[in-house]
């Protein structure tokens, strides 16, 4: 009965052994992880800004055996996007006022094979926290994101908010 238990614990341990080799193996590059983990988080004005300029992100504390932390600190989501102000029923819009600024910090933790993933909720695969910084443009104009956006064949996210008596919606 012992050998038993000494051959199946062996074998178990060897099959570990082997799983995390080609979990290793199989493992993407850093910048390539980096650039797969925010696509993968479903935040679409977050990977264009990201396409548009990588150091917006960084990777930290990618090993052997854990994937890392990734951070985007205060991304000026507003160059990313067109947004329209319209009135409650969607007839009359304008554009944003120049003086709109929306910065955001984004943050999660990823797997070996650079899969977003958020222990605190389930609801999507990354925190995020609105930081009110009127200057977290990082250097970026939006003559300077237009051009960006026309070289990489891109096209900012539309954005619609219904201003219904004072109260914005996103449409």
């Not at 988080?41 to 990777?59: E, N």
């Amino acid at each position: 009965m012992a050998v038993l238990l000494i051959v199946t614990g062996l074998a178990i341990g060897l099959a570990l052994v082997v799983y995390w080799a080609a979990l290793i193996w199989r493992a993407p590059s850093e910048d390539e992880a980096l650039r797969l983990s925010v696509s993968r988080t479903g935040a679409t004005t977050l990977a264009i800004a990201f396409a548009i300029d990588p150091s917006l992100c960084s990777l930290k504390g990618r090993g052997w055996f854990s994937g890392g932390k990734v951070r985007c600190h205060d991304v000026p989501l507003h160059l990313f996007k067109d947004r329209k102000v319209c009135d409650c029923e969607g007839l009359r819009c304008q554009p944003e006022a120049d003086s709109y600024v929306e910065c955001v910090s984004y943050e999660w933790d990823t797997d070996m094979l650079a899969n977003p993933s958020n222990g605190i909720s389930s609801s999507r695969p990354y925190d995020s926290v609105s930081t009110g910084s009127r200057f977290c443009n990082k250097g970026w104009t939006p003559d300077n994101v237009r051009r960006r956006f026309a070289e990489l064949g891109l096209t900012p996210v539309s954005e619609t908010v219904l201003n219904c008596v004072g109260h914005m919606q996103r449409r």
